[in-house]
């Protein structure tokens, strides 16, 4: 079954609107959760790793205000695109890390956003 | 130059055909990964390697870790084997991604 699920699978939303995306680990506590973009016949782009109990940390380029990521449990993390514009419109992925010394990665099925 | 390179881009292979994806990085790595991703999006883990080779059913994955370079290998492909395959390097904490390779298979 799914490690990672990731809801919703498909949003469409108007400009100026916030959307809310989450990732739960359903089969082990996760410390660390990690949000990608990906663009259309791109590869994928890490935006963030989020930190249960602390801030996420962004790559460069990525603004914390424009996407928040919220972290609060071992389960669950949340991105937020906040104000979304027609050009936030992508494909966002989350993964949680591997178990122990697997480093297995688990993605979720991804959300693609569309923003009118 | 980019950190992973992936050949080719784009492959397509007949049925049964063996198939060969490869991947160069330039960064000093911990551990590789192959994945696999479907027309959906949705993205498997298939491999993590961080030295010699590893097999699941048809699947084979190698790595030589002095010539920085590693190979995907499908035999006896199959159409359902259609999809984007992408290496990622693991550099510290973070993966970085090659561009993909798309492969269809065709019956």
């Known amino acids: 079954g799914a490690v990672v699920s990731q809801h919703p699978s498909w949003v469409i939303c108007k400009s100026g609107t916030s959307v809310k995306i989450e990732c739960r680990s359903l089969d082990f506590q996760a410390t660390t959760m990690f949000w990608y973009r990906q663009f259309p016949k791109q590869s994928l782009m890490l935006m963030a790793t989020s930190n249960e109990g602390s801030k996420a940390t962004y790559e460069q380029g990525v603004e914390k205000d424009k996407f928040l990521i919220n972290h609060a449990s071992l389960t669950l993390s949340t991105l937020t695109v906040t104000s979304a514009h027609p050009e936030d419109s992508s494909f966002y992925i989350c993964?949680?890390?591997?178990?122990?010394?697997?480093?297995?990665?688990?993605f979720g099925a991804g959300t693609r956003l569309s923003v009118l | 130059k980019n950190e992973v390179e992936q050949s080719p881009q784009n492959l397509t292979a007949q049925e049964g055909e063996f198939i060969t994806i490869n991947c160069s990085y330039s960064?000093?790595?911990?551990?590789l990964h192959w994945l696999q991703q479907h027309p959906g999006g949705g993205i498997v883990s298939l491999f993590m390697?961080?030295?010699g080779k590893k097999k699941h059913g048809r699947l084979i994955a190698t790595i030589n870790i002095q010539e920085k370079h590693s190979s995907l290998h499908i035999t006896a492909s199959h159409p359902r084997d259609s999809a984007v395959y992408i290496c990622?390097?693991?550099?510290?904490?973070?993966?970085?991604f090659g561009a993909g390779t798309i492969l269809r298979v065709k019956s």
């Open positions: 990622a390097v693991r550099d510290g904490n973070k993966l970085v």
């Open positions: 960064v000093g790595i911990s551990a």
């Open positions: 993964s949680v890390g591997g178990r122990g010394d697997e480093d297995i990665q688990y």
């Open positions: 390697l961080s030295s």
